[in-house]
Nanobody, 124 residues
Framework: QMRPVESGGGLVQPGDSLRLSCAAT????????IGWFRQAPGKVREGVSC????????YYADSVKGRFAISRDNAKNTVFLQLNNLKPEDTAVYYC?????????????????WGKGTLVTVSP
């Protein structure tokens, strides 16, 4: 079964940057819409960003617009989430998810397959 795998989390200071990666062995990610989500301790899961199949249209939560950027590298079969100007409130487990049928619409961007997450901690 399709299982996205996240990597790239870590401990950084406010204002720093990180790049998260999402990959899935044996599956071509350019045929999937890919969504990034996060869940902070004690909070509900939040959709952060999504990139659609085909035209690669991108979507962002208001809380990260202008700071985060989602992109595909089809040669590496990887989707990246660039996190810039990180703030302590960005601290969360970040999840990658995929769907072969969604175009980033609906609850949870319509995702079907979920990774296990990577922890991002932003602290002075």
């Amino acid at each position: 079964q399709m299982r996205p795998v996240e990597s790239g989390g870590g401990l950084v200071q406010p204002g720093d940057s990180l790049r998260l990666s999402c990959a899935a062995t044996g599956y071509w990610l350019d045929t999937y819409a890919i969504g990034w989500f996060r869940q902070a301790p004690g909070k509900v899961r939040e959709g952060v960003s999504c990139i659609s199949r085909g035209n690669g249209r991108t979507y962002y939560a208001d809380s990260v617009k202008g700071r985060f950027a989602i992109s595909r590298d089809n040669a590496k079969n990887t989707v990246f989430l660039q996190l810039n100007n990180l703030k302590p409130e960005d601290t969360a487990v970040y999840y990658c998810a995929a769907s072969a049928s969604s175009d980033c619409v609906g609850a949870d961007y319509g995702m079907d397959y979920w990774g296990k997450g990577t922890l991002v901690t932003v602290s002075p």
